[in-house]
């Protein structure tokens, strides 16, 4: 698998690249931790190929990728690509094409031995249910920049903007003479833009646009109620149903038909992520481990729904996915059975 990491820009300014920052303390989801009678930890005891070789884990993903119903014939051509590339990532999709069409059900945990890379396969196809570009190669390969799962990375664009990107975040470059674009392939990211009255710039991602001259302001292509967010300055914001122009202080959100609405709404609080904290306050359960579990590869899975309703108040750590468990698990009486690397249960401590 290719490392965290901003590719080259290429762009209308010819010769002016993405210039990196130093990337922010890594996610630690691989960390171990004891048994403190709040955690179960059941090893898979694969062998260590299995959990740390990345050609297993890329297979997976393309088991996943080309058995969904919306797999392309671009895909197919990027596998091939792929699958002659290094006689390993044969081999490995081989096998884990095998584990796919003979695995009926979710292994049995209690099993001494899993074969190579069985962690990521259940993952993704079944227990995870991630199916078709679950850690986002088909958006990374058309990016300009883009961040891995559990990273946070910052970057300077040709114009001098900054943008921040969040977890699993792509994005690419559209710029030309007269405007400043940018395409959110995925994730959420804040822009920090440079005034240039004479470009504008144009953030488009899931059917939303938003347009600034110089502000800071967040975009979110994941589906979130607030999909815009404004720190600073103004942003016009418009669908194909409507438009809305959004202050400081206020996020947009969609309306029945779809059109942007704006609401006041605790932006200092959705970008918090910059700085790798995650603060809520009196919010269900279900959604906070949604929100973590964006930061960490696999699953985090509620056994009892009826949990889901209950509401946290904190801040939790999201350069630790493992340790925002933990903490959650102390303050709500939950229980965590760690199956695998890539799969949580949480259910009651009673």
């Known amino acids: 698998m290719r490392g965290t990491g901003l590719a080259p820009v290429q762009s209308g300014q010819a010769g002016r690249a993405v210039a990196r920052e130093p990337a922010r303390e890594p996610d630690k989801n691989d960390r171990t931790g004891k048994n403190d009678g709040m955690n179960e930890r059941t090893p898979p005891d694969a062998p260590d190929e299995a959990e740390d070789d990345p050609v297993y884990e890329e297979a997976a993903l393309w088991v996943a990728r080309l058995s969904s119903a919306d797999a392309t014939e671009a895909d197919r051509r990027a596998f091939e690509a792929w699958s002659a590339a290094d006689p390993a990532h044969a081999e490995a999709f081989a096998e884990m094409e095998a584990w ?8 049995d945990p209690r ?10 396969l259940t993952a993704l196809l079944g227990l995870a249910g991630l199916m078709g570009d679950p850690l986002g190669w088909v958006d990374r390969i058309r990016a300009d ?5 559990g990273r946070i990375e910052a970057t ?6 900054r943008v921040d990107l969040n977890t699993d975040t792509a994005l690419a470059l559209r710029f030309t003479d007269g405007e400043r674009g940018v395409a959110l392939l995925r ?13 504008p710039f144009i953030v488009r991602g899931n059917g939303v646009r938003a347009r600034a001259v110089g502000t800071r302001f967040f975009v979110r292509v994941d589906g979130a109620a607030a999909p815009v967010g404004v720190a600073e300055g103004r942003v016009d914001v418009a669908t194909d149903s409507g438009r809305t122009l959004l202050q400081a202080g206020e996020v ?4 029945e038909d779809g059109r942007p609405v704006a609401r006041k709404g605790d932006v200092a609080r959705a970008i918090a992520w910059r700085e790798g904290t995650l603060t809520v306050s009196g919010q269900p359960l279900t959604q906070v481990l949604t929100e973590l579990e964006r930061y960490r590869r696999g699953r985090i899975l509620l056994v009892d729904s009826a949990l889901g309703s209950r509401r946290f108040s904190g801040t939790l750590d999201l350069r630790d996915t493992d340790a925002a468990l933990d903490v959650l698990a102390a303050a709500m009486g939950l229980r965590l059975t760690r199956l695998t690397p890539l799969l949580v249960l949480v259910r009651t401590d009673f």
């Open 111 to 120: 099993r001494r031995r899993l074969p190579k890379g069985l962690a990521a």
């Open 187 to 199: 994730g959420e990211a804040v822009f920090d833009v440079v005034p240039d009255a004479g470009r």
């Open 156 to 161: 300077t664009l040709p114009d001098g903007s």
């Open 100 to 107: 796919r069409r003979t695995m009926k059900r979710a292994p």
């Open 252 to 255: 947009a959100v969609r309306d």
């Open 145 to 149: 920049a883009w961040t891995d799962r």
